[in-house]
């Protein structure tokens, strides 16, 4: 599947990077602002998204009302891994978006990990 662009509030499924050097697919939410792809051609950052809740303080759990659709099972967003990515890495999208409020509460609690480390 050939994707041309993705949109911010976005989850799609992408080849992430975890922390032990692993790639594995993995959902994550895009959380750059749509112009980035066009300043840099197809550039995205996502926010990890996943099943597993390892490091409870440093996550947030993803309700089902959140989204414009379900997730399949209980996950995570994993506020303090962040990568980026070109839409050509995107393996998947599932016409999932997060709702405006909460994604500006995921932004707040990324900010809060990574650049004021108030955890």
Not at 13 to 28: N, Q, R, S
Not at 55 to 84: D, G, R
């Amino acid at each position: 599947m050939a994707v041309s662009n993705v949109y911010q509030r976005e989850i799609v499924e992408v080849p992430f990077v975890l922390p032990d050097g692993k790639v594995l697919p993995h959902p994550a939410l895009v959380i750059s602002c749509d112009d980035l792809q066009i300043v840099e051609p197809g550039l995205f950052y996502a926010v990890l998204v996943s099943s597993k809740n390892i490091i409870p303080e440093l996550t947030i759990p993803i309700q089902s009302e959140w989204l414009s659709s379900p997730m399949p099972k209980a996950s995570y967003f994993v506020t303090h891994i962040v990568n980026s990515f070109n839409v050509a890495d995107v393996v998947s999208r599932h016409n999932c978006f997060l709702r405006k409020p909460y994604f500006d509460q995921v932004i707040d609690k990324i900010i809060a990990n990574i650049i004021d480390g108030d955890w």
